[in-house]
């Protein structure tokens, strides 16, 4: 079993492969920098669609040597994105991730019909996997970037993702807690009805393999201590793999908060898609977005 | 004035008349360790309203020295929380503390028309965290009392919180309204309230604060995050309030600090015409006392 982003990158390493990255839209220094890691490192090539002066001049900037790059000239974001995913489609990059395209921009074209990266029917999420000091193992949560008010069908996606995740990292049988702010369903949380859905599909097998429980706080989820104090009997035990949030507004504070004030560091990867789709934040640390492409390259 | 940690809650409360607190049920291990410490230490003049041998009884066990200690015997539940009640009304002390009752017994006394705590306010939850990241103190509301406030709720609530924060010295308090995003998404109603309430701050229709919203987590929270994203706030990056969209979100970031980060928390219930303390059997030792601290800094 894997612990630690750290210990997954390790087995990214040891395998030896080089993975073709397309980058869409790679005018910024955050992903350059990001990017020349992930080569020097010797994980991956980089295709980098944009204008290409203003890369090379951005390299030049950093003291970049622009021959560890492959620079496709696209216009605008938009070409730079489609470019990108296009790459990945026809089976000349390995992954797609975001450079300085916005968000909305760069999700059309990944989730474009007939030219985007959608597995058929899926849903598009994103599982993160949290390194926390103060727990012994990684903590994988969904979704924390994607879905803003997730509903039954996607909560089953999300777990499943996560549970796909888990898998790889080694975990047998992950525990999922299902977030809420206590142990009690409330009436006032749509969450909550879901919650009870998914653990009756889960204990019919119509959900992978895992143990499952919720609504749990935090406390119940992550604290075998809050549990024996509150008394309260749940599967999970204050041992959770997986977090799955009930929204956007809770997930993200959560991961965010617990990057700033616990020492956090998240690589997280985008689910539901063909090849693996690199989405970060541009005020992550320069070590998470090292994390979010070991892991595409863990995950491809 | 702004506070950099819990125990500079200190210095607002020496050098005054010490605050009556009366504890209600005072049958209680879990509050009573914690009233008699804040007693020694001069920070409250407790009342204790309860059954009076089951007090001593726990004081002998727990080696508490209550001497000199006014005791008020009533044994029955409700009865007690009246007459702690009563005496708040009648003005005979200042802080109300939750002892071995529940919180619904306790709120339906406190909301009593005829001899109850009503202001006509709206009763609110305020945590204040202190954090090792964070350059000073950071208070969060609601995470434990309102479920799901509409804008009203939220307007009442920040005013509960602000008029609070001014009450312990805070100068123009920087409010940021928590969003998953910090873009206006009219999918998502949190950030539309967070668009009107920084209007009706900037008409003043709600004063003594600067509010900004919507806010995400670490826009709020981090300067450098908040630069990256090109976000122009006076809040941003030094928030003193973070108004949460509703418990869910409020609940999982409350527990994720005090588990994963190691925050210090006190908190207090404000609304009602004394500050309330109401702690949980899973608070820490030191929360309950910060608690107590905080409810004598606030009372006045």
Known sequence: MIRSLDQMVAKVLSGGRKYRIAVAWAHDDNTILAIRKAVEEGIAEALLTGRKKEILKNCQAWGIKPENFTIIESDDEVSASADAVKLAKTGDADIVMKGLAGTSHFLKAVMDKEKGLMLPGAVLSYVGALQLPAYNKLLFITDPAVIPFPGLEQKIAMAEYAIEMTS????EKPKIALIGASEKPSRHFESSAH???????????????????????????????SVEIKGVKTPVDGDADILLFPSLESSNPFYKGLM?????????????????????????????????????CFMA | MVLK??????????GKPRKKLVLAAAHDQHSLGAVIQAWHDDIVEPILIGDARAIQNICMEYGYNIDGLQVIHEPVTEMSVERAVRMLNGKQADVLMKGKVG????????????????????????????????HKLIAVTDVAMNIAPNLKDKIAIVNNSVSFLLKLGYVMPKVAVLGAVEMVNENMEATLDAALLSKMNQRDQIKNCIIDGPLAFDNAI??????????RSEVAGDTDLLLMPDIEVGNVLYKSLVFFARAKVASIILGAQVPIVLTSRSDSE???Y?????????SN
């Open chain 1, 260 to 296: 700033l004030f616990a020492g956090g560091e998240l690589g997280g990867l985008i689910r539901g898609t063909e090849k693996p789709v690199v989405l970060m934040s541009r005020s992550e640390s320069e070590k998470s977005k090292f994390y979010c492409i070991a892991l595409a």
């Open chain 1, 195 to 225: 919650y009870e859905a998914m653990k009756k599909m889960a204990a019919a097998g119509q959900i992978s393999t895992c143990i499952m429980d919720g609504p749990l706080d935090i406390f119940l989820a992550c604290d075998r201590k």
């Open chain 2, 5 to 14: 940690s819990l125990s500079d809650l200190k210095g607002i409360v020496s």
């Open chain 2, 103 to 134: 919180t619904t017994i306790l709120l339906k006394c406190v909301l009593n028309r005829e001899w109850g705590l009503r202001t006509g306010n709206l009763l609110s939850h305020i945590a204040l965290f202190e954090v090792e990241t964070y």
């Open chain 2, 222 to 231: 981090s300067y450098e995050s908040a630069k990256h994203k090109g976000i």
């Open chain 2, 290 to 298: 910060d608690s107590i601290l905080l409810s004598a800094a606030a």
């Open chain 2, 286 to 288: 030191q929360a309950k």
């Open chain 1, 168 to 171: 790889r990292f080694g975990i």
